[in-house]
């Protein structure tokens, strides 16, 4: 069995937040963030919108893109790490869709969580268990930025893309992956818990607190992401037997246009081939290829039978690459 990737959507908050916004807030310029990150805007959720919610605007429309119905979908893999809920949020969405015959999981993988999940959703079908797999990468990293520190409280904001992938019989349009991470850089990227002790009885003590605002060793992750996004990627072609040359669309998660650029460059892919919009929405971690994807294909860019390259990396540090066919 193969796998097609047959819809897509996307939902992104409507409150826009600037540069110019963000000067009001720390010390930062509209020009610093443009040249050094390429960022213009980003979009905030606001407290009467929810992760979930998000999610089921950008499934629905994947869904109806696919002109399938809820009730079609077998699997939902929801790559997020800011899900409402610690314990997962794939089953509440599979409740607001009303796919009342699918199982729905979430997926953690930071950056990397759309391609992982993507990948993940393949096997399912490769091996015929399921059928029809909704793929939705979402983040509200708004929540976990610590907005007093300019060095991270510019890049990021909230959205949400989905993808509908279906088995086909007699070709597998995805082409190519590669994953891999690193625990040893564990710490270049985290939102981590940060607990105090309790004694609950004589001599028995738990730990109790809540996540830390997000911290990240930025230019680490910058080296980390130009010299790996490029392996990658070679990897992925390599399997899929292709060249670079073979690639219509680069997607790169969308964290910094020079990390894209750079990227491009070592690739020698040239830049009307490579896919962005960070500079309306920054850096919206798992969604942000499959926003850009959506984007792309309804802009009438991407086409049935287009060969597109994604790379996912981040928090992990995680990376991995997915090179598709899109359509059927
Ligand atoms: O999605 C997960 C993956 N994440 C990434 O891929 C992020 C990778 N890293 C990056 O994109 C870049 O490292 C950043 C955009 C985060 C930072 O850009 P940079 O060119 O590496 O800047 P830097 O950290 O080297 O800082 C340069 C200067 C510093 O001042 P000094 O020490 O040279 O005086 C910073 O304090 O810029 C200063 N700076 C700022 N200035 C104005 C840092 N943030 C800001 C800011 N506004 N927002």
């Given at each position: ?16 937040m600037t ?20 960022i ?12 979930s ?53 979430d997926?953690?993988?930071?950056c ?24 939705i ?27 509908v992938?279906?088995g086909i ?6 082409l ?28 028995l ?29 070679e ?13 219509d ?9 020079r ?33 850009a ?15 597109v390259?994604t ?18």
């Open positions: 069995m193969g796998v097609s990737i047959i819809g897509c959507g996307s939902a992104t908050p409507t409150q826009v540069n110019d916004n963000l000067s009001h807030l720390v010390e930062t310029s509209d020009e610093w963030i443009r040249t050094r990150t390429g213009q805007k980003r979009h905030l959720a606001t407290t009467d919108s929810s992760l919610e998000l999610c089921t605007q950008a499934a629905q429309e994947a869904i109806a893109m696919a002109r399938l119905a809820p009730g079609d979908i077998d699997l939902i893999i929801l790559a997020t790490s800011t899900a409402d809920d610690l314990f997962g949020s794939a089953a509440k969405v599979q409740h607001l869709l009303e796919a009342n015959n699918a199982v729905a999981f997926l953690t993988a930071a990397s969580g759309f391609v992982f999940g993507l990948i993940t959703a393949s096997q399912f079908i490769r091996t015929g268990v399921y059928e029809t797999v909704l793929v990468g979402a983040d509200i990293l708004s929540r976990w930025v610590d907005w007093s520190d300019r060095t991270t409280c510019v890049l990021f904001g909230d959205g949400a893309g989905a993808v992938c279906q019989t007699d070709h597998d349009n995805l190519g992956f590669a994953m891999y991470s690193d625990g040893q850089q564990h710490d270049a990227l985290n939102i981590g818990y940060h607990g105090i002790e309790k004694q609950l009885k004589d001599g003590t738990i730990n109790q607190g809540t996540y830390k605002p997000i911290t990240m060793k930025g230019r680490d992750v910058y080296r980390f992401a130009v010299e790996k996004v490029p392996e990658v990627i990897k992925a072609l390599f399997k899929a037997q292709l060249t670079t040359d073979d690639i669309w680069l997607i790169l998660h969308q964290a910094n246009q990390i894209i650029d750079a990227v491009a460059k070592r690739l020698k892919i040239p830049s009307h081939k490579v896919i962005t919009n960070l500079d309306e929405y920054g850096n919206t971690s798992a969604a942000s290829i499959p926003l994807l959506d984007e792309a294909v309804r802009q009438g860019k991407i086409k049935s039978g287009d060969v390259a790379s996912g990396f981040g928090a992990g540090l995680s990376w991995g690459a997915a090179i598709f066919r899109w359509g059927i």
